[in-house]
């Protein structure tokens, strides 16, 4: 919620339509009576200008003493949604504050509401507290767009009592909704990405070289007879006890270009003084955040770095201790990204780390899964994934319409498997493709829905 604070003046006061109409009424019968000397008129002509002046002074010395508190549910909302702000105002001043309008305002790009009438507030009441100086608002706001928006400060319209002047000011401070990004719905059948070619099964295998040869031991002093596995007593003819088997934590990468280092310096330019979203970029944000919950979802520990910098967050700054887990991962992964703010053309990239030679080390040990979204990169971030290429498999990644052809080339000839998104609704269509391409390259052509149940229902086989 926000700080109570006082009010503050946003604008001198103005003359509303009557005021003027007042003061252009006495101006004329100013000068009737000047120029025809009737002194008869000029009292009531000099009532019509000096009544809006009065009323101008009237509401700049009545100053409102106002504390106002903000809420809203849910406080984190994603993008399309709606959100319920709820205001509380309470009188801290010594007199009833009535007669007024009040309207929140909201950043360029949201429909706020409508201008009130705000209700009449009692005098501020510090001992026996019945709440008539307290008066509650509410209204729904639609968050069209990701980001963190600045919802307030209220702005309040004080007019005399003959309606003559008004002036607005502003009470309170704003308070910050975070707007996550659209997380689009992945095939359940390949989500998990056991299903592309195996990864979880070769994780768990790499991670646990001897987890057959564990499954069943020797019987040992202690051991509870409830874990004696009589399959393997029989074939090995000494008594076996079955090992508690214990799987690994997979990891998976998601890659985000957020340099935009390929944009021509002319277009950096010229988005200086737009104000509009990059919808490329916004779509990749999107892409990443669908494939990192989908991961969480299924298990996975998720990893979210920069293209230009594999090892750095993509939010800096962020809570980030080196991935994102279940519980509640989903839910700070949507909010940095929701954090992160569209960059300028970068002239200088990190160098990659690991390096070729690392990641080849690596990569004999166990290779996870990584996914690069890229929205407009240069060479050089080519080259980064290019040297990162030995640690994942799969290694796939989803290019927006921005990125240039020589790029995905070299991506391509260093065995990265390139998926095209044009706009959100392709989202769900590149990951599916992901098993298409798999299957494709080992010669096994499109997958049908039979074969993929069966494929879930046995032991996932490796990719080569």
Known sequence: MSRPRSARVSAWPRLTRRGGTLVAVGVLLLAVSLWFDLRDILLLAFVGIAMPAAAGVFVVVRTPRLAVTRAFAPPVVPAGAWTRVSLVVKNRGR?????????????????????????????????????DDTVRLEYRLRMPRRGVASIGPLRVGITDPFGLARIDRDVGTGHEIVVTPRVTPLDAALGSAASIDGVVHGLQRRSHPNSDELIAREYRYGDPLRRVNWAATA???????????????????????????????VSSLRREHDDGPNLAFELGIEMAASIGVHLLESGFRVRCTQVADPERAVVPGAAYDGGYRMPGGDHTLLEDLARLDEPARLSVHAEPEPTASEARARAREARAPGFAVLVDPDEQDASNLIALRPMFEPAVVFAMEGASRRVLDLL?????????????????????????????????????????????????????
Do not use: K
Request: cysteine-free; overall charge negative.
């Open 235 to 265: 074939r090995r003819g000494e008594l076996m006890v079955r090992e508690e088997e214990q799987r690994g934590d997979p990891e998976a990468r998601v890659l985000l270009d957020t340099t935009l280092a390929g944009r021509p310096r």
């Open 412 to 464: 391509e000839e260093s065995d990265w498997r390139i998926m095209r998104v044009r706009r959100p609704a392709e989202i769900g269509e590149a990951w599916a493709g992901i098993a298409l391409t798999a299957r494709a390259a080992t010669g096994a052509g499109a997958p049908s829905r039979t074969g993929d149940a069966d494929d879930r229902d046995g032991t996932p086989t490796d990719a080569s």
């Open 95 to 131: 007199r009833t504050f009535d007669g007024a309008h009040w309207r929140d305002t909201v950043p360029d790009g949201l429909t706020g509401p409508p201008e009130a009438i705000l209700p009449a507030i009692g005098p501020y009441e510090g001992v026996l507290p019945s709440g």
